[in-house]
């Protein structure tokens, strides 16, 4: 069972990056996946999360409007799309999987190993 995100990079404030998670050896389908973020020197914090049957979604305060989480079932794979993307935006983002979308951070069973986004003014 394995996680992977991908997708990253350095952009320009205002770009646009897609982050992707593949799951390896388990259904994402059978799980609600969220993405996570981690700046240096900060606590990590929830950005986004999709219900397992992706009728359901969350956005942070930060990134509502900005941010699009969607789910490929034939793909297995879980989608970030950030658009008009800011500084502050910079972290390590992470993708996980929790058995039910109303999981706290600390209940996610599954991580990534995360990926680097770097949002240059």
């Known amino acids: 069972v394995q996680l992977q995100a991908s997708g990253g990079g350095l952009v320009q404030a205002g770009g646009s990056l897609r982050l992707s998670c593949t799951g390896s050896?388990?259904?994402?389908?059978?799980?609600?996946i969220g993405w996570f973020r981690q700046a240096p020197g900060k606590e990590r914090e929830g950005v986004s999360c999709i219900s397992s049957s992706g009728g359901t979604t969350y956005y942070a305060d930060s990134v509502k409007g900005r941010f699009t989480i969607s789910r490929d079932s034939a793909k297995n794979m879980v989608f970030l799309q950030m658009n008009s993307l800011k500084p502050e935006d910079t972290a390590v983002y992470y993708c996980a999987a929790a058995d039910s979308y109303y999981a706290y951070e600390g209940q996610y069973k599954y991580w990534g190993q995360g990926t680097q986004v770097t949002v240059s003014s």
């Open positions: 050896g388990f259904s994402l389908d059978d799980y609600a």
